[in-house]
């Protein structure tokens, strides 16, 4: 059985379904890790949510900022960005069932293997975060999503960027923003863990003051395994601890998989190239 890992799906299910034929993917015998962003700025992100749900034994997914936008558009609480695709996805007639679904994903999971377990997280960790605080972290979150009449009242008070820095003293909504915004939107931060926003930039282009999550000296997860999407000016990272996946399937780039065959020594990256759903700017 191998384990493939793959980066921002945005829409793209034809893309999907093509590295799932290079793989020779088969659902009695594999498992699929989805990092984030299964939906919007790609043209068909009603087939990618149906087919998540259909097969929901062999596809595991984490939610990604643009997951946590369609769910605020279909509460009516957020309003259609420029690039936005997803009016397929909201007039559909199993939209119901396939929100339910969706907002039963987590920010953060696991990928069990012989050696050590993989991390999945969208963006990034907060320098603070060990591995299993932000699992902790995380799962407080996910009870909110879980429960509609909780996850209601939260998608009205989810956006916003401050505060912009952790403390295991936050409370309430200023708690859930900040673990929502780092798993699913950090990509810089200063060296004591402020996050910026408006900063998308490759890593070797920081802004003054700021630098890629994962280079923070001293990162309480900086000796764990961690895959992420999120970044697509970063490209492709396949370091020891950290994997970013995020290849720009949607801007004409390509869609990447992990493949794992029972340990992250065997670890093999497999690309599809993409064509462009839209242009970068």
Same mark, same amino acid.
């Given at each position: 059985?191998?384990?493939?890992?793959?980066?921002?799906?945005?829409?793209?299910?034809?893309?999907?379904?093509?590295?799932?034929?290079?793989?020779?993917?088969?659902?009695?015998?594999?498992?699929l890790y989805l990092v984030g962003d299964l939906v919007n700025r790609g043209p068909e992100s009603l087939a990618v949510l149906r087919r998540c749900v259909s097969n929901q034994s062999s596809i595991s997914v984490i939610l990604g900022n643009h997951d946590l936008h369609l769910l605020a558009r279909y509460y009516g609480v957020r309003?259609?960005?420029?690039?936005?695709?997803?009016?397929?996805?909201?007039?559909?007639?199993?939209?119901?069932?396939?929100?339910?679904?969706?907002?039963?994903?987590?920010?953060?999971?696991? +990928?069990?293997? &012989?050696?050590?377990?993989?991390?999945? %997280? !969208? /963006?990034? *960790?907060?320098?603070?975060?060990? +591995?299993?605080? &932000?699992?902790?972290?995380?799962?407080? %979150? !996910? /009870?909110? *999503?879980?429960?509609e009449h909780a996850c209601l009242a939260f998608m009205r008070e989810m956006y916003g960027n401050l505060p912009d820095v952790w403390s295991d003293s936050l409370q309430g909504m200023d708690r859930l923003r900040v673990i929502v915004n780092a798993c699913t939107r950090l990509r810089f931060c200063t060296v004591e863990g402020r996050m910026d926003f408006d900063s998308?930039?490759?890593?070797?282009?920081?802004?003054?003051?700021?630098?890629?999550?994962?280079?923070?000296?001293?990162?309480?997860?900086?000796?764990?395994?961690?895959?992420?999407?999120?970044?697509?000016?970063?490209?492709?990272?396949?370091?020891?601890?950290?994997?970013?996946?995020?290849?720009?399937?949607?801007?004409g780039g390509c869609l990447s998989a992990l493949r794992l065959d029972g340990t992250l020594a065997s670890r093999e990256i497999i690309q599809v190239k993409c064509e462009a759903a839209q242009t970068p700017g």
């Open positions: 059985m191998a384990k493939y890992v793959v980066g921002d799906v945005q829409g793209c299910n034809s893309a999907l379904q093509r590295l799932l034929d290079k793989v020779d993917f088969s659902p009695s015998r594999d498992h309003k259609a960005g420029k690039r936005d695709t997803m009016e397929e996805v909201l007039e559909a007639p199993d939209v119901h069932k396939l929100m339910a679904w969706l907002r039963q994903q987590p920010l953060v999971r696991q +990928v069990p293997l &012989a050696d050590e377990a993989l991390l999945l %997280v !969208h /963006a990034g *960790l907060l320098p603070q975060w060990s +591995v299993t605080q &932000a699992l902790a972290l995380a799962a407080e %979150v !996910h /009870a909110v *999503l879980a429960d998308s930039e490759s890593a070797d282009q920081a802004p003054e003051g700021l630098m890629p999550w994962f280079d923070v000296p001293g990162r309480s997860s900086g000796h764990e395994a961690i895959a992420f999407g999120h970044w697509s000016t970063l490209g492709l990272q396949n370091s020891r601890y950290l994997i970013a996946l995020d290849t720009g399937c949607v801007w």
